[in-house]
Nanobody, 119 residues
Framework: QVQLVESGGGLVQPGGSLRLSCAASGFTFKDYVMSWHRQAPRTERERVAHISKYGGVTNYTDAVKGRFTISRDNAKKLVYLQMNSLKVADSGVYYC????????????WGLGTTVTVAS
């Protein structure tokens, strides 16, 4: 059974930091590109960052460049999103996703973890 389970969300003040984790099981983790996505109320889901199978290539949406860092541990089947200098606009539900290289659409999704940035 494939599972992606996100954790680490919560309430943080503007300027603060959070580290999200996503635990994968039920598929060959190292064979998949992993990504983080977010969705704020009344907006479309957007991809925040992705990381290649072995972590050598990362990519970020412009809004988070320089503040967020995606990483992965293939031995532990975990992917992380370190979020620094958080802004109110970063609030939303953060989802972890897995897709095979070359695919556009994710094969698997987690259920999400909520991040709220507020003073």
């Amino acid at each position: 059974q494939v599972q992606l389970v996100e954790s680490g969300g919560g309430l943080v003040q503007p300027g603060g930091s959070l580290r999200l984790s996503c635990a994968a099981s039920g598929f060959t983790f190292k064979d998949y590109v992993m990504s983080w996505h977010r969705q704020a109320p009344r907006t479309e889901r957007e991809r925040v960052a992705h990381i290649s199978k072995y972590g050598g290539v990362t990519n970020y949406t412009d809004a988070v460049k320089g503040r967020f860092t995606i990483s992965r541990d293939n031995a532990k089947k975990l992917v992380y999103l370190q979020m620094n200098s958080l802004k109110v606009a970063d609030s939303g539900v953060y989802y972890c996703a897995a897709r095979r290289p070359g695919q556009v659409v994710a094969d698997y999704w987690g259920l999400g973890t909520t991040v709220t940035v507020a003073s």
